[in-house]
């Protein structure tokens, strides 16, 4: 499977997950967010046929959100990587798009903890997908709110790859 980063050539229109709010964002508001410089789409890709996307930006935390042992000698608003958007292809769910996708979100997430400085992936997840980002370590903020929001901290990035 290729990844890379989405280009006005894509056949974002055929593009199907089953989620209009996700396949909307990937046909109109996606290329106007990258060139903007909001966020970059990365897509798995066969030719210009798009199988799945991951949708990535910079945030900030408070290192409040963070666990104890990871808080200290940190400033008060730590950096991370916002994993915005993951989605597959109707036609391709269940062969590990979004898993590999969201394993390049992970390898991305480490390489810029190196780079600039990272803690971790953030995702905000709709309440019907957390199991699946809790099966690759993610833990949910104590925030109670309608999207759960969950952490992957680069020292769980870094023992799951």
């Known amino acids: 499977m290729t990844i890379r980063k989405l280009e006005p050539t894509d056949d974002r229109e055929a593009f199907f997950s089953g989620s209009e709010e996700l396949d909307e964002f990937l046909k109109t508001r996606a290329l106007a967010h990258q060139r903007s410089g909001s966020s970059v789409t990365y897509i798995v890709a066969e030719g210009t046929q798009i199988l799945g996307y991951a ?3 910079t945030t900030t935390l408070s290192r409040d959100l963070l666990a104890r042992r990871e808080q200290r000698n940190r400033p008060a608003d ?3 990587l916002l994993l915005g958007r993951l989605a597959s292809s109707m036609s391709h769910q269940g062969i590990g798009v979004a898993s590999r996708l969201l394993r390049f979100a992970m390898e991305l ?3 810029q903890e190196d780079r600039v400085g990272c803690v ?3 995702v905000d997840a709709k309440d019907d997908v957390t199991d699946f980002y809790k099966k690759f370590g993610f833990t949910p ?3 109670g709110t309608l999207n759960q929001k969950m952490l992957l901290p680069c020292s769980t ?3 799951a790859l």
């Open 55 to 57: 949708t990535i930006s």
């Open 78 to 80: 730590v950096p991370a």
């Open 109 to 111: 997430t480490l390489d």
């Open 120 to 122: 971790g992936l953030v």
């Open 141 to 143: 903020f104590p925030t």
């Open 157 to 159: 990035i870094r023992s």
